[in-house]
């Protein structure tokens, strides 16, 4: 019998029963060694071979020890891929694959409404080794128009960072399928539980583990999960090389957040939706970016693709520069900061720069904001924002 992902997800990664006991801890401890000892080499030899073979079998710390492995576990599950591999945060899960996928004088599509840092990994790093970029419109992408015969991979991002734009993932995936390319697609948003790329097409999966898996803001993790074991045990072979390594102890908070997504997800979404409510009432807002709202340009996608919402929005408000600033200085419950996902009400002044990449961004001159909502009494949240607009009104 298969269970609901959010029971699997509770089950997942538990530690095993203690033969001598017969009991077992419920939160499987952080198992922090850097190394482990064999009983003989003739179990060295087994774990090497085993190893070789592209199993998961443990010879030292570096890529992980039982807190790893059922974390991964999680991951695999929310995905619904065949392996996962951990890193040390969300942009080096995406530099893996970028490292892991290509190498010098080959080519990728990137969809322009990628998370921002993704064009430094390009700038500062990629550039160097040989390795081209073509940034694409995901909205009208005529893939077979920009590929080229160094062509090694498509990469996209759904809804696309900073403006929550929903994309067509199974056309994408069709058209990239055509082209014998790999679909990466950046799924943070969705943490697999919302939100599926593997199943709807993508090849690859990568999430910043760091946003709602663990849910805190008090850790820094990302995963990169591949739907089939092969194109998986090329990307481990990258981990390998570039020796990334998570701490057990960032690995046992995830692990203790995957418990709660789902419930903390259903939160936030909820709440994001009487924030867009009460939004949509106000003068000052020309538009929300949220898939959920109805009125979201992507929202046809969002009811056919994705099974829930989350927190995150963006808001285009009719105020200069100056007035933007005033208001996200006046609220109190929003904390102005980066990154998302965790407990707590975040606000982000969006620098009109950061979009002029996206074809999908409304004519500049107008603020944009990006909210997480969080845990907070959502009443609490919306007389926050009203007492900011009134305060940069009368300031103004
Ligand atoms: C935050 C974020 C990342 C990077 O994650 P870090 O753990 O901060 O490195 C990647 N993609 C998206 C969409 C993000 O929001």
């Known amino acids: 019998m298969t269970h609901h992902l959010h029971t699997r997800l509770l089950h997942t990664g538990s530690a095993p029963f203690d033969p001598e006991t017969r009991t077992a801890a419920v939160s499987l401890p952080a198992m922090r060694t850097s190394t482990v000892r064999f009983a003989d080499l003739a179990a060295l030899d087994a774990a090497q071979e085993r190893k070789a073979a592209g199993e998961r079998a443990v010879t030292y710390g570096r890529s992980g020890l039982d807190t790893h492995r059922a974390l991964e576990d999680v991951f695999s599950q929310l995905e619904g891929g065949a392996?996962?591999?951990?890193?040390?945060?969300?942009?080096?899960?995406?530099?893996?694959?970028?490292?892991?996928?290509?190498?010098?004088?080959?080519?990728?599509?990137?969809?322009?409404?990628?998370?921002?840092?993704?064009?430094?990994?390009?700038?500062?790093?990629?550039?160097?080794?040989g390795i081209e970029i073509t940034y694409f419109d995901p909205a009208g992408a005529n893939l077979a128009e920009l590929v080229r015969p160094q062509t090694r991979m498509v990469y996209a991002e759904s809804p696309g960072s900073l403006l929550m734009q929903m994309l067509d993932l199974p056309a994408l995936a069709a058209q990239a399928r055509a082209l014998g390319l790999p679909l990466v697609v950046d799924n943070t948003w969705g943490s697999g539980y919302i939100y599926r790329p593997l199943a709807l097409g993508a090849d690859v999966s990568v999430v910043a583990g760091t946003k709602y898996v663990g849910g805190h803001s008090d850790l820094m993790l990302g995963a990169v999960v591949a739907r089939d074991a092969e194109l998986g045990q090329r990307l481990a072979a990258m981990q390998y090389a570039l020796g990334y390594s998570v701490s057990a102890d960032d690995a046992w908070l995830a692990l203790r957040g995957s418990r709660t997504l789902p419930v903390r997800m259903a939160e936030?979404?909820?709440?994001?939706?009487?924030?867009?409510?009460?939004?949509?009432?106000?003068?000052?807002?020309?538009?929300?970016?949220?898939?959920?709202?109805?009125?979201?340009?992507?929202?046809?996608?969002?009811?056919?693709?994705c099974t829930g919402s989350n927190g995150m929005m963006a808001v285009e408000l009719a105020l200069d520069t100056e007035a933007g600033r005033r208001f996200v200085d006046a609220l109190q419950l929003f904390a102005i900061g980066?990154?998302?996902?965790?407990?707590?009400?975040?606000?982000?002044?969006?620098?009109?720069?950061?979009?002029?990449?996206?074809?999908?961004?409304?004519?500049?001159?107008?603020?944009?904001?990006?909210?997480?909502?969080?845990?907070?009494?959502?009443?609490?949240l919306t007389a926050d924002i009203e007492q900011a607009l009134q305060a940069c009104r009368a300031a103004g």
């Open 83 to 129: 392996r996962t591999i951990l890193a040390p945060s969300g942009l080096a899960a995406i530099t893996l694959v970028f490292l892991g996928l290509l190498k010098a004088g080959e080519h990728a599509l990137v969809a322009d409404c990628v998370y921002g840092p993704v064009r430094h990994l390009d700038h500062a790093l990629l550039r160097g080794l």
């Open 268 to 305: 936030h979404a909820r709440s994001a939706l009487l924030v867009c409510e009460f939004l949509a009432q106000r003068p000052e807002v020309v538009r929300i970016f949220h898939p959920a709202w109805p009125q979201d340009p992507g929202h046809a996608l969002w009811r056919r693709d």
């Open 338 to 380: 980066f990154s998302w996902g965790g407990y707590e009400s975040l606000v982000q002044w969006v620098d009109p720069a950061a979009l002029r990449p996206h074809a999908y961004a409304p004519a500049p001159g107008n603020t944009i904001v990006r909210l997480h909502v969080g845990l907070e009494a959502v009443a609490d």
